[in-house]
């Protein structure tokens, strides 16, 4: 698989990344419904013979969980993907969710972090969110001394725009930015994706596949029997009447998919591929099979007539 640098650092990533949200498990407020860390394990394995060569969790997927089980797949390889993780999202006894940038909160964290990965550097360390806002400053100057200190290599924000990203910048170089794209999200398009491709910031997309909405195996009976602890069941996008219309442009990405042998979900990564500005996507599986059925968008390339297809359906159905 072809990889691409990410931003301002040595590190040359593939196009596709494996995304550990959902094998974090259903028992948190943002969980995925059960998921048997059997299956998580033989989903990471796969990944890794497939060539996909970083992985990216975060300390709040599953309260810790996440980052523990990709430990676990990792300690029977001996191919070492790079590991990316996220800060700023705490969590108590109670398993109730807060948000902090104070300087001895990250420093908590990462600590954690790297306990759980049972690594001693983490190849890029991201803010998850930008809240509070006003800490921004204070979290990120506390991440730099944390760099300087060999604890992470690279430094990464995800969900920042780019009033403070600039803030940012002004106190120590990004990496990357980790923003939603989707051709159901696709709002960073209008200044976003433009001020990290001037600024040499990698961007690292996701959801690329809305969550799963977009892979051709989402139907409308199949999100009404979405377990209650799957996040996705309240989420507007799966709901009327946006459910409807996104399945409607699934069907079209299974029209231009099928004479390529490529399904909805990989038809859906490689649109957002297409952008100059993204340097890759992060694509989750639950499972090996899952994984299998969305590699093949590292290498497809969608045409300009299907491009079109797809610009005129969302003018049509925005």
């Given at each position: ?41 033989a ?6 013979d ?11 997927y ?79 100057a ?14 990464g ?15 120590a ?26 600024e ?53 990405l ?65």
């Amino acid at each position: 698989m072809q990889t691409r640098p990410l931003g301002n650092s040595d590190l040359h990533i593939t196009s596709i990344g494996y995304g550990a949200w959902a094998i974090g498990g259903g028992d948190w407020q943002f969980g995925w419904g059960p998921q048997a860390d059997q299956d998580s394990i033989a989903a990471i394995h796969r990944a890794l013979d497939l060539g996909i060569n970083w992985i990216d969790t975060a300390a709040i997927y599953g309260l810790g969980h996440s980052e523990e089980v990709v430990a676990q797949a990792l300690k029977e390889r001996s191919d070492r993907p790079y590991l990316f993780t996220k800060c700023s999202m705490v969590w108590n006894d109670r398993g109730e969710i807060s948000r902090s940038l104070k300087a001895d909160s990250l420093r908590r964290e990462v600590e954690a972090s790297l306990r759980r990965l049972q690594v001693e550097t983490i190849d890029l360390y991201q803010i998850h969110w930008p809240n509070p806002d006003p800490e921004i400053e204070e979290g990120w100057a506390t991440l730099a001394q944390i760099q300087q200190e060999g604890k992470v290599r690279y430094l990464g924000v995800s969900n920042f725009n780019v009033e403070q990203m600039r803030r940012a910048q002004t106190i120590a170089p990004i990496t990357s930015l980790q923003p939603p794209y989707s051709l159901v999200k696709p709002q960073v398009e209008t200044e976003i994706l433009p001020f990290c491709q001037s600024e040499n910031i990698g961007v690292i997309v996701y959801s690329p596949m809305q969550s799963g909405l977009l892979t051709g195996a989402m139907t409308a009976e199949r999100v009404a029997n979405l377990p209650d602890s799957d996040w996705r069941k309240q989420s507007p996008e799966f709901q009327e009447p946006r459910l409807s219309r996104n399945l409607e442009l699934v069907e079209l990405l299974r029209q231009i998919g099928q004479p390529h042998g490529r399904s909805p979900g990989e038809v859906a990564i490689a649109w957002t591929l297409h952008h100059p500005a993204v340097t890759a996507a992060i694509v989750g599986g639950r499972n090996a099979r899952q994984v299998e059925g969305t590699i093949g968008a590292a290498d497809f390339r969608l045409s300009e007539t299907e491009l079109e297809a797809i610009r005129t359906f969302l003018q049509q159905h925005p």
